[in-house]
């Protein structure tokens, strides 16, 4: 490929070389690419399988939720039962306590961080 | 048929007199409590006393129990995290050697009772509760309050941050006991099925060994749970320190 370059047209011959290098580069890529694709699907599903960590997040969303309502509708009938509002502490604690079931839920799948995001 | 909750009672065994008209008594459960602490003690104090450079199998147990626990804080709390090791081992020990101990038949599974677990969630919740309080003083309320967020919702934020820490010894302790007592309630009623079936002649045979396969599968399911619930439970330990610990994040 050089064996035909003189020195007047170095400049554009350079960059015809380089193009042709980086079209090796990208075939180079994607046959890596196609070489690593049906093994890494493969490896994913059995590394997760075996991971505690993701059994674990699955029987925590479990409960989450069905706390925080019942912490809620506990809350609301003690406020009706104390302060004789019945049915008003209920309803607003519940709605509450279904909102803080979600935020648990939420925060143990991991799609919201913990309270208070920046310090 | 069997009864299947027969295997959950509480029995007196050795009666210790009353407290203001509640009967104290050393029962089955304190039983097996003991058992468990006794067999967590002797693994431990077994297992670290040859001290082998290449472990022994009960070496080989304690030292794994010993790294996964501490792997388990250091990636869920941190370095600082590391000062309630012992807490949390001996929590994750003790779920753990009840929840296997409870599968062997005709034993009694202290975890399936919500009072145990209660306490255990408890003493989470208060540990954390003392030690926010101790380390921060009253910057551990900003754990209620998240940056950034409007003021107008503010209070509904705050409130809702509330109810969801209270939530937390309900989901913690509701979670590990649910899960023990449904399995043990769901593999007796099986196992009845098996016998049932078996009392219809022949073909009842063939039929019972459904449920018999089915014992076997849920009793490697139980098995698998009886682990899971105990990390989950010493995860979430360290998740509620950490908020203690750090509880600005």
């Not at chain 2, 794994?64 to 081992?89: H, Q, R, W």
């Not at chain 2, 009772?113 to 255990?120: D, Q, S």
Request: glycine share 10%; proline share 5%.
């Amino acid at each position: 490929m050089a064996a035909d370059t003189g020195d007047d047209s170095g400049n554009g011959n350079r960059s015809a070389e380089e193009a042709a290098l980086s079209a090796r580069l990208k075939r180079l890529g994607e046959r890596l690419d196609q070489h690593k694709g049906p093994s890494r699907p493969a490896e994913a599903p059995s590394g997760s399988k075996s991971d505690p960590s993701a059994l674990a997040r699955g029987f925590r969303l479990s409960t989450e939720l069905v706390a925080g309502v019942l912490v809620g509708a506990f809350i609301g009938w003690a406020l009706d039962k104390w302060l004789g509002t019945s049915p008003w502490g209920m309803i607003v604690f519940l709605l509450l306590g279904f909102a803080a079931g979600v935020i648990n839920v939420m925060r143990a799948a991991g799609v919201s961080s913990g309270p208070g995001i920046t310090r | 048929m069997a009864d299947p909750i027969h295997q959950f009672e509480i029995h007196n065994l050795v009666p210790l007199g009353s407290i203001g008209g509640h009967e104290i008594a050393f029962t089955n459960s304190a039983l097996y409590m003991a058992i468990v602490v006794v067999g967590i003690a002797a693994l431990l104090v077994g297992g670290s006393s040859a001290r082998a450079l290449v472990p022994g199998r009960m070496q080989s147990v304690a030292e794994l129990s010993y790294e996964f626990v501490a792997d388990t804080i250091n990636s869920t709390a941190g370095k600082e995290g590391m000062k309630f090791f012992p807490f949390v081992f001996s929590i994750f020990m003790f779920v753990l050697v009840a929840n296997v101990v409870g599968l062997i038949p005709y034993t009694f599974t202290v975890t399936s009772h919500i009072i145990i677990t209660a306490a255990l969630a408890l003493l989470v919740f208060l540990t954390v509760l003392v030690y926010g309080f101790y380390k921060h003083g009253l910057h551990f309320f900003n754990l209620f309050v998240p940056k950034g967020i409007p003021i107008y919702i503010l209070p509904l934020i705050v409130f809702i941050e509330v109810l969801s820490f209270l939530s937390r010894p309900i989901s913690h302790s509701v979670r590990l006991f649910a899960n023990m007592l449904a399995g043990h309630i769901t593999l007796k009623v099986f196992a009845s099925f098996i016998t049932l079936l078996g009392g219809l002649g022949i073909f009842g045979i063939f039929g019972a060994t459904l449920p018999l396969a089915m014992v076997v599968a849920l009793t490697a399911l139980e098995i698998l749970v009886a682990f899971l619930q105990a990390y989950v439970f010493a995860i979430l330990t360290c998740i509620y320190l950490n908020d203690a610990i750090h509880p600005g994040h």
